[in-house]
């Protein structure tokens, strides 16, 4: 007798999604960028860093694939993920950051996770398993937020549940925690709230204005600061020498930008104003400031120009913005479809951040619900 072999409910449930899904949305960078960066097997190359690959990328990719409702690039980012960099299970193991050649061999070169990655993974998975209808990823979505839960924030006395850069090297010995305002955005820990349930994400971002206020001590947000029960912010101790308001903190104004109005956003966006206020009479952001507020270097690369568009919309500054985007559309190279001559990883991810939010491919609501223009 011919037996028929029944599949787990998840993966009838799954495969049914997937065959229902709109057509791949039409969105040019994010195609000329897998084209540039996304090997077959998955894996987002930088290839300005000797061709490493790290989990910001991969969870970038992630999010990317999903607002493109790019599902077979979405699966195929996620298997390599799971398989390179946790352990083969992304919900029982937080991904190592950093994947690279050591000696002929490819394999991870730093074991550490990475907070902000870990966080837009759990996030997409969560979304995805909504917008796609697949309880499979919905299910990993959740073990991995709490997974980031357990590991990864900390209460910190006079301040609250604060999500640290990483499980190991974020906490010195005589207990000042390092933070960085970048690893926050509001939206991903209001959808994390919205899907587990769990309150201490919402106190998460109600704690991230206070955090961003302490981040800029002179009006522009530092990539690093640290804080100590009772005693506040200060910009040392800091991982990185000396303290620069540069290259992670110029997606704080990406975030505030992107986000939902709430009194929440508009405390963010006071904090984060005087970067609109540098760009109304320089066209160029910065790509460095110190800790007193002194500009170190005055040329922002072109993605540090788009990644301010979000903010000069929310704050109806159109002088710089159109400033900003003449720049960034100046940079365009027809031959790859990116943005620069050579075109790089960072440069091309923040535009993909800021145009697909100007262009309305995608948004956030005011619970961190994802939306996007093909559902």
Do not use: C
Request: charged fraction near 20%; hydrophobic fraction near 40%; avoid cysteine.
């Amino acid at each position: 007798m011919l037996r028929t072999k029944v599949l787990p409910l998840s993966l009838v449930l799954s495969a049914l999604a997937f065959q229902t899904l709109p057509a791949k949305a039409n969105w040019p960078l994010w195609d000329s960028y897998t084209a540039y960066f996304l090997d077959s097997s998955g894996r987002i190359v930088d290839r300005d860093a000797e061709d490493r690959t790290t989990s910001e990328g991969q969870s970038y990719a992630l999010f990317f694939s999903l607002v493109a409702n790019d599902r077979p690039s979405f699966d195929r980012i996620l298997s390599w993920t799971q398989l390179h960099l946790a352990h083969h299970d992304i919900g029982s193991n937080l991904p190592a950051w950093l994947w690279g050649n050591r000696q002929g061999n490819w394999q991870i070169l730093d074991k550490n996770s990475a907070s902000d990655s870990d966080l837009w993974i759990a996030y997409t998975l969560l979304e995805a398993g909504r917008l796609w209808r697949d309880p499979t990823l919905s299910a990993l979505g959740r073990s991995l937020a709490n997974l980031i839960y357990e590991r990864e924030v900390f209460e910190i006395s006079g301040l609250g549940p604060v999500l640290l850069p990483g499980p190991i090297g974020f906490k010195t010995s005589d207990g000042w925690f390092q933070i960085n305002a970048s690893y926050l955005p509001v939206p991903l820990l209001l959808g994390l709230s919205a899907h587990t349930g769990s309150k201490y994400w919402r106190q998460m971002a109600d704690l991230v204005p206070m955090i961003v206020e302490g981040s800029a001590p002179k009006g522009f947000v530092m990539d690093w600061i640290a804080y100590r029960p009772y005693e506040g912010f200060s910009t040392q101790p800091s991982p990185v020498s000396p303290p620069l308001a540069s290259y992670d903190a110029i997606r704080v104004y990406l975030w505030a930008g992107m986000e939902a109005p709430s009194p929440r956003r508009d405390r963010i966006l006071t904090a984060v104003s005087p970067m609109a206020t540098y760009l109304e009479h320089n066209q160029v952001p910065p790509a460095g400031i110190d800790e007193t507020g002194v500009v170190a270097d005055a040329h922002g690369g072109i993605g540090f120009s788009a990644a301010v568009i979000p903010l000069l919309v929310a704050l109806n500054r159109t002088k710089p913005l159109a400033q900003q985007k003449e720049r960034l559309q100046s940079e365009k190279n027809d031959k790859t479809g990116l943005y620069g001559k050579k075109p790089r990883y960072y440069d091309q991810n923040l535009a993909l951040f800021a145009l697909g939010w100007y262009e309305n491919r995608f948004s956030f609501d005011d619970q961190g619900r994802l939306g996007v223009n093909w559902k």
